[in-house]
């Protein structure tokens, strides 16, 4: 009885949770549908009249195409850079048992836990005039999001068997061959999870480029949201469709891969 108490507990709390994520993404999809004046009031009620005319509308006045090109950029080029780098530091502080690779490995996967300091970063990317420039973001993200990637290939890395390594180099393998035929095949379930991780949460990211992008032309589409949003600020009905349409690439994203970052993240975290 109790058993089946906690069961029912655990799914009423399951229930709950869901509710809670997907209520307000079902008032933003219907209200995208509406009529200026219908979505003056944010409710889940359905339009008089389906006004798919909103999403045109959204793509040409509030500059869509440019602003998708620029967050599939960002995206896309920081989560090569993160898999092309974090894959290889794993596999050698991995295998690498000293103390320094160690301290080094520590001291990466501390950024998980550091605070983001504005000021502080504002100042380093004048400096080295990375600011309001597109490799500059890039360069941001991929150092923001490498800690918690090395944690979970690294974690990944020590789950596999170093009889492998020991097979390749007798059979006359370098280093660079075990890494790139032997092991980074074996990677993918992690390499799969992190990219995708990564890519929602760079995709979604609204702050850094509204500090450190100052030209709008460069800015993505979470930040052509807020600009839109100030354009018509009184069209509940066009900002939802803005924001329907930002969230859409992710969303998809996150349905079909799923699997991979359930399986990743349980596997990078057994011993991360």
Not at 35 to 51: A, Y
Not at 102 to 115: E, Q, S
Not at 159 to 168: G, M, V
């Amino acid at each position: 009885m109790k058993k089946r108490l906690c069961t029912v507990l655990a799914n009423l709390a399951a229930w709950t949770a869901s509710l809670i994520v997907l209520v307000p993404m079902l008032v933003v999809l219907v209200n995208s549908f509406k009529s200026q004046k219908e979505s003056m009031v944010m409710t889940l009620t359905l339009p008089e009249k389906f006004m798919f005319e909103n999403y045109t509308t959204v793509i040409e006045r509030g500059k869509l195409l440019s602003s998708f090109f620029n967050s599939a950029l960002y995206a896309a080029f920081s989560v090569l850079l993160i898999l092309s780098v974090v894959s290889a530091a794993s596999y050698v502080l991995s295998r690498n048992r000293s103390r320094l690779h160690r301290v080094i490995y520590y001291l990466i996967v501390l950024g998980i836990a550091m605070p983001v300091n504005n000021v502080a970063l504002m100042k380093i990317m004048k400096a080295t005039a990375l600011i309001n420039t597109r490799y500059g973001l890039i360069f941001l993200y991929v150092a923001m999001n490498i800690p918690l990637a090395l944690f979970l290939m690294f974690g990944f890395v020590e789950t596999l068997p170093r009889e492998i390594d020991e097979a390749a180099v007798i059979d006359g393998a370098g280093p660079m061959r075990l890494f790139s035929s032997v092991i980074f095949p074996l990677m993918k379930p992690t390499i799969v999870t992190v990219g995708i991780l990564n890519f929602m949460a760079i995709w979604n990211d609204f702050s850094m480029p509204l500090y450190f992008m100052n030209n709008s032309g460069k800015w993505p589409m979470t930040l052509a949201v807020y600009n839109f949003f100030g354009q018509f600020e009184q069209s509940w009905n066009l900002v939802s469709a803005d924001i329907t349409l930002t969230a859409l690439p992710v969303l998809i994203i996150f349905v079909f891969g799923q699997k991979y970052i359930v399986g990743g993240v349980s596997a990078g975290a057994v011993k991360g």
